[in-house]
Antibody, heavy 113, light 110 residues
Framework: QVQLVESGGGVVQPGRSLRLSCAAS????????MSWVRQAPGKGLECVAV????????YYADSVKGRFTISRDTSKHMVYLQMDSLRPEDTALYYC??????WGQGTMVTVSS | QSALTQPASESGSPGQSITISCTGT?????????VSWYQQHPGRAPKLMIY???NRPSGVSNRFSGSKSGNTASLTISGLQADDEADYYC??????????FGTGTKVSVL
């Protein structure tokens, strides 16, 4: 069964860091481009980070460039999103996706003092 | 990268057809045949309905169809059903090698 399960969300103060994890099952994370897509409460979707299928390229939305880092561990079937210097506007439900086709259920990140 | 433009809402009666537009630029929608459409019910993750402009994933009803002309892509839902009531988002690959989503369209079944 093809599945993605996100974890690591929570409430964090502005300026702090958080690391999101995404566990894949039923397929190899090294076979697809993996992405993190977020959705602020009541708002639309925004693709914040993409890692190519072979891991050689990473792309970021301008809104998170220099603060977020996407990575993966193919041996553990995991994808990560390291989020530093968090801002209130980063508050959102964060989805992990495989090829923008397979989606997890999301993990909520709230940035608030 | 600016979001693709979609109408805020569309509506129709059961059995009718509606079409949702998604307007971008030559750097995204117009430049690539990598336009996708997603359906999102409240509290649920987005579900892929159309990929590469007009292809349906396995299990998606043939009532959903996609097309593209120039910088505008379209999703048509025919034979509208109550369960089609949801938010719909388009997405496109871009020249900057990222993905951009549309602003979203709320579909109501009257």
């Amino acid at each position: 069964q093809v599945q993605l399960v996100e974890s690591g969300g929570g409430v964090v103060q502005p300026g702090r860091s958080l690391r999101l994890s995404c566990a894949a099952s039923g397929f190899a994370v090294g076979s697809l481009a993996m992405s993190w897509v977020r959705q602020a409460p009541g708002k639309g979707l925004e693709c914040v980070a993409v890692i190519s299928f072979d891991g050689s390229n990473k792309y970021y939305a301008d809104s998170v460039k220099g603060r977020f880092t996407i990575s993966r561990d193919t041996s553990k079937h995991m994808v990560y999103l390291q989020m530093d210097s968090l801002r209130p506007e980063d508050t959102a439900l964060y989805y992990c996706t495989g090829d923008m086709d397979i989606w997890g259920q999301g993990t909520m990140v709230t940035v608030s003092s | 990268q600016s979001a693709l433009t979609q109408p805020a809402s569309e509506s129709g009666s059961p059995g009718q057809s509606i079409t949702i537009s998604c307007t971008g630029t030559s750097s995204d929608v117009g430049g690539y045949n990598f336009v996708s459409w997603y359906q999102q019910h409240p509290g649920r993750a987005p579900k892929l309905m159309i990929y590469e402009v007009s292809n349906r994933p396995s299990g998606v009803s043939n009532r959903f169809s996609g097309s593209k002309s120039g910088n505008t892509a379209s999703l048509t839902i025919s034979g509208l059903q109550a369960d089609d009531e949801a938010d719909y988002y388009c997405s496109s690959y871009t020249a900057s090698r990222r993905y951009v989503f549309g602003t979203g369209t709320k579909v109501s079944v009257l």
